[in-house]
């Protein structure tokens, strides 16, 4: 159920995004979050066809109260953290927030992190061991948040050489996914890359974590909730997103949120993403909001 909290105010919320740089990796965003006033209410986290490495710089002194607080499945975390492609629910809160925030599309994410990450939602310093702390020590210590973006672009590079790669075909398959935003069918893809359906499936669940289905689920799902959030009307989403009907984008909307559409499409967790993630987000109706 949607929380009676009243949502944060992202006027107290300063946004960095860093330059366009040919250096940085392939599938993989950045952006810097910085909370200046307190705020106690938490936010629900909505699926991405992304996996979200969130590191977290508010405190780093035992005992300091600052920095983010996750709610998932019952059970609280704090501190940097690995959202898998479909988290659960999850709810994110924090006082005096200072966070860096680094989206990976699976291909991006399997090379940097492999394939198993300990669940939907791990503490970086269990996918990353003691690299986390030695990452986090590095970005707190940077001038600026430029600075910030260089460190850690540098060292997802330096990670990145040390892990094998994605089999071609999957990154393909992955490709054509988010292009077609997930309306090719996954028989049509496995022909593409000369597999069978069964060879695709299997290759692309044990290296990116998910299988083909429902990563074009999410994949849709991602764009149908952007064109709620910015206005569009519920019926003409599902068929611009490829739902069979109204009732279609209802059920998935659930799925994924549990949430309604009209709920969804005022999640603060997607209200930022304009800013954020410029390019990312479809442009508002014309009359909406």
Same mark, same amino acid.
């Given at each position: 159920?949607?929380?009676?909290?009243?949502?944060?105010?992202?006027?107290?919320?300063?946004?960095?995004?860093?330059?366009?740089?040919?250096?940085?990796?392939?599938?993989?965003?950045?952006?810097?979050?910085?909370?200046?006033?307190?705020?106690?209410?938490?936010?629900?986290?909505?699926?991405?066809?992304?996996?979200?490495?969130?590191?977290?710089?508010?405190?780093?002194?035992?005992?300091?109260?600052?920095?983010?607080?996750?709610?998932?499945?019952?059970?609280?975390?704090?501190?940097?953290?690995?959202?898998?492609?479909?988290?659960?629910?999850?709810?994110?809160?924090?006082?005096?927030?200072?966070?860096?925030?680094?989206?990976?599309?699976?291909?991006?994410?399997?090379?940097?992190?492999?394939?198993?990450?300990?669940?939907?939602?791990?503490?970086?310093?269990?996918?990353?061991?003691?690299?986390?702390?030695?990452?986090?020590?590095?970005?707190?210590?940077?001038?600026?948040?430029?600075?910030?973006?260089?460190? %850690? &672009?540098? =060292? /997802?590079?330096?990670?990145?050489?040390?892990? $094998?790669?994605?089999? *071609?075909?999957? @990154?393909?398959?992955? !490709?054509?996914?988010?292009?077609?935003?997930?309306?090719?069918?996954?028989?049509?893809?496995?022909?593409?890359?000369?597999?069978?359906?069964?060879?695709?499936?299997?290759?692309?669940?044990?290296?990116?974590?998910?299988?083909?289905?429902?990563?074009?689920?999410?994949?849709?799902?991602?764009?149908?909730?952007?064109?709620?959030?910015?206005?569009?009307?519920?019926?003409?989403?599902?068929?611009?997103?490829?739902?069979?009907?109204?009732?279609?984008?209802?059920?998935?909307?659930?799925?994924?949120?549990?949430?309604?559409?009209?709920?969804?499409? %005022? &999640?603060? =967790? /997607?209200?930022?993403?304009?800013?954020?993630? $410029?390019?990312?987000? *479809?442009?508002? @109706?014309?009359?909406? !909001?």
């Amino acid at each position: 159920m949607p929380s009676s909290t009243p949502p944060p105010d992202w006027s107290a919320v300063d946004i960095a995004v860093p330059p366009p740089s040919p250096g940085l990796l392939p599938g993989v965003t950045m952006a810097g979050f910085r909370q200046q006033v307190p705020e106690a209410a938490g936010i629900t986290m909505v699926a991405h066809p992304a996996v979200t490495v969130l590191v977290d710089l508010s405190g780093g002194r035992a005992g300091d109260d600052r920095g983010i607080v996750y709610d998932a499945h019952g059970r609280r975390t704090c501190g940097s953290v690995v959202v898998g492609l479909l988290p659960g629910e999850l709810r994110a809160a924090g006082r005096g927030v200072d966070c860096l925030q680094i989206r990976l599309d699976p291909v991006a994410a399997a090379a940097l992190l492999g394939p198993e990450r300990g669940g939907p939602v791990a503490a970086l310093e269990a996918v990353w061991g003691r690299d986390a702390g030695r990452l986090e020590d590095r970005l707190r210590a940077a001038g600026c948040w430029e600075e910030r973006f260089a460190v %850690a &672009a540098d =060292w /997802l590079e330096r990670r990145r050489a040390d892990r $094998p790669r994605v089999d *071609p075909e999957v @990154a393909h398959v992955w !490709r054509r996914t988010l292009g077609s935003r997930g309306r090719a069918r996954v028989e049509a893809l496995a022909d593409e890359v000369g597999w069978s359906r069964q060879l695709l499936w299997a290759r692309f669940r044990a290296q990116l974590g998910v299988t083909p289905k429902r990563a074009a689920r999410l994949v849709r799902f991602d764009h149908a909730v952007h064109l709620l959030a910015v206005g569009r009307e519920a019926a003409g989403v599902a068929a611009e997103s490829g739902f069979a009907d109204q009732s279609h984008l209802h059920r998935e909307v659930r799925t994924f949120t549990g949430l309604t559409p009209t709920a969804v499409a %005022a &999640a603060p =967790w /997607l209200a930022v993403d304009a800013t954020a993630w $410029p390019g990312s987000v *479809p442009a508002p @109706a014309r009359g909406s !909001r």
